[in-house]
């Protein structure tokens, strides 16, 4: 059974930056070849924000909303995610999700939410000034 959770999430000023760390803490061998971070902010639906392959190197994809700031890394041998939050803005402010088990072609639809399968319980990143 995969159980994803995430860390690293609180409270930061506009501009500042977070890092946010999800991991499989199940006791399986499941490797995850792909990983990807979602968000949602209060009356708003799931947003697809970083995802990417763990085994390929290259295969990245971000929204647009947190392009340039926001850097999605891996360490494979771990099957953990990271996602790198700077210049953070108040509209970033949101449950964040780990989420794997992808069923998809490479590309902008690894940003699609309902192609994940299995989901963390989420994080909470504030940002407030």
């Known amino acids: 059974q995969v159980q994803l959770v995430e860390s690293g999430g609180g409270s930061v000023q506009p501009g500042g930056s977070m890092r946010l760390s999800c991991t499989d803490s199940?006791?399986?061998?499941?490797?995850?070849?792909?990983m990807g971070w979602f968000r949602q902010a209060p009356g708003k639906e799931r947003e697809g924000i970083a995802a990417?392959?763990?085994?390929?190197?290259?295969?990245?994809s971000y929204s647009g909303s947190v392009q340039g700031r926001f850097t999605i890394s891996r360490d494979s041998a771990k099957n953990t995610v990271y996602l790198q939050m700077n210049s953070l803005k108040l509209e970033d402010t949101g449950t964040y999700y780990c989420?794997?088990?992808?069923?998809?072609?490479?590309?902008?639809?690894?940003?699609?939410?309902?192609?994940?399968?299995?989901w963390g319980q989420g994080t909470q990143v504030t940002v407030s000034s």
């Open positions: 199940s006791l399986t061998d499941r490797i995850h070849h792909n």
């Open positions: 990417m392959n763990l085994v390929s190197l290259g295969i990245v």
């Open positions: 989420a794997a088990g992808y069923n998809g072609p490479f590309g902008p639809t690894m940003l699609e939410s309902a192609r994940w399968r299995y």
